[in-house]
Structure formats: structure tokens, C-alpha cells
T-cell receptor
Framework: DGGITQSPKYLFRKEGQNVTLSCEQN?????MYWYRQDPGQGLRLIYY???????QKGDIAEGYSVSREKKESFPLTVTSAQKNPTAFYLC?????????????FGPGTRLTVT | GENVEQHPSTLSVQEGDSAVIKCTYS??????FPWYKQELGKRPQLIID?????GEKKDQRIAVTLNKTAKHFSLHITETQPEDSAVYFC???????????FGAGTILRVKS
């Protein structure tokens, strides 16, 4: 299960607090992604980054922010503006530039906000 | 943008039977279609994928078929086993693009 890691596995926060989820990969992949998984809704794209110092909004970016200062790291901040932040968050990475290829997923972080 | 619909949402089969999960997509420019398997509490993992220049691809008990005209693709699992029980997701993406659009998932239960 090496290659792409997320920490922590479980995270609990009080409403109104910002929280940052970690995602690190040692696969030398250029592209990284953040998905949110809710029951019955599949995986929805929050943000993605194709190269260091660049990222684009996905389908549900409101209330989230990211940075991509290093190729290996793509942290996600869930801000207090996110109305329903409790969910399972998955990070993924893939090789950039070839024809569309496999995305490799991290083990996920389950965030609970009360 | 792309929209992917997946059916059924749940599927129960007897061990040894076949299982079929179907997906439709809306964007005719999409030409890469992966299938992911997610076991309970674990990360999604790619089990098979197909590109639009082929109509079918097989890997042991798993096969995927693609109908570009109708814009639908299907996952076929033969001789199902209890370890096949999981959530399966289909997805679609334009070639050279990076955004995967996922279906809502199918919970497959294989009864022994």
C-alpha cells in the first residue's frame, strides 16, 4: 500500500474550525487530486493539480482550498465556509502527459465535524 | 460537462453466478473508461480499464464492454466469489485530460 499516503486516518473537529488534510506521494507523479466521497454519491472532484504551483477547481471546490508547493505534497484545507464537511476524503495521483492513465488513491481521511 | 450514470445501485448474486454493472456517459469526447473496486474501509483500486478504440477487454474473470454509439459501457464479472463483494465505480475521462467523472457506485454482494 505504499506510494501515496494520507494522514490522519480519522479526524474530528468542531464546527467553525479550519482543518488541513495531508496527502503525500513518492511515485514521482505530476498530477494530484482531491475527492470527496459521500454514501450513494460516488467520488466528487474537489481540486486537482497538474503541476507544482498550479491547481484548478473541481466540481465542488467551494469551502475548500489547496496548495501545491512541492511535487510530492498536495494538502487540502477544509474551511469553516464548507457547509457540510463531514465526509471521507480521498487523495489520488497520476502520471501527467501520457494518454489518460490510472489514478492511484491514498487510504483516505474520514473527517467528522460536530 | 460529463455526466456518468451507474446501475444498479445494489446487486446481490449467488456465488458462482455472473454480475453485470452498467454505466452511461454523456460526453462523446470521453474515451477512457476505468473501473475501480473499493472494499469496505479501503481505497479504490483500478481493476480494469478500456479505451474507445476497442470494444471489449478481458482480464481473467473480469471483462468490460464499450458501445461508443450508445455511450454506455459495462463491467462483467463471471464465476463470482465472496471476495468480489465490494463497491464498484465506473468513470469516464477525455483522453489527455485529467478529470475523472465517477458514477455513484454499485454495492455488489456475493452470497455463499
Amino acid at each position: 500500500d505504499g506510494g501515496i499516503t494520507q494522514s490522519p486516518k480519522y479526524l474530528f473537529r468542531k464546527e467553525g474550525q479550519n482543518v488541513t488534510l495531508s496527502c503525500e506521494q513518492n511515485l514521482n507523479h505530476d498530477a494530484m487530486y482531491w475527492y470527496r466521497q459521500d454514501p450513494g454519491q460516488g467520488l466528487r472532484l474537489i481540486y486537482y493539480s497538474q503541476i507544482v504551483n498550479d491547481f484548478q477547481k473541481g466540481d465542488i471546490a467551494e469551502g475548500y482550498s489547496v496548495s501545491r508547493e512541492k511535487k510530492e505534497s498536495f494538502p487540502l484545507t477544509v474551511t469553516s465556509a464548507q457547509k457540510n464537511p463531514t465526509a471521507f476524503y480521498l487523495c489520488a495521483s497520476s502520471i501527467e502527459g501520457n494518454p489518460a492513465g490510472e489514478q492511484y488513491f491514498g487510504p483516505g481521511t474520514r473527517l467528522t465535524v460536530t | 460537462g460529463e455526466n456518468v450514470e451507474q446501475h444498479p445501485s445494489t446487486l446481490s448474486v449467488q456465488e458462482g453466478d455472473s454480475a453485470v454493472i452498467k454505466c452511461t456517459y454523456s460526453d462523446s469526447a470521453s474515451n477512457y473508461f476505468p473501473w475501480y473496486k473499493q472494499e469496505l474501509g479501503k481505497r479504490p483500486q483500478l481493476i480494469i480499464d478500456i479505451r474507445s478504440n476497442v470494444g471489449e477487454k478481458k482480464d481473467q474473470r473480469i471483462a468490460v464492454t464499450l458501445n461508443k454509439t450508445a455511450k454506455h459501457f459495462s463491467l462483467h464479472i463471471t464465476e463470482t466469489q465472496p471476495e468480489d463483494s465490494a463497491v464498484y465505480f465506473c468513470a469516464a475521462r477525455q483522453e489527455y485530460g485529467n478529470k475523472l467523472v465517477f458514477g455513484a457506485g454499485t454495492i455488489l454482494r456475493v452470497k455463499s
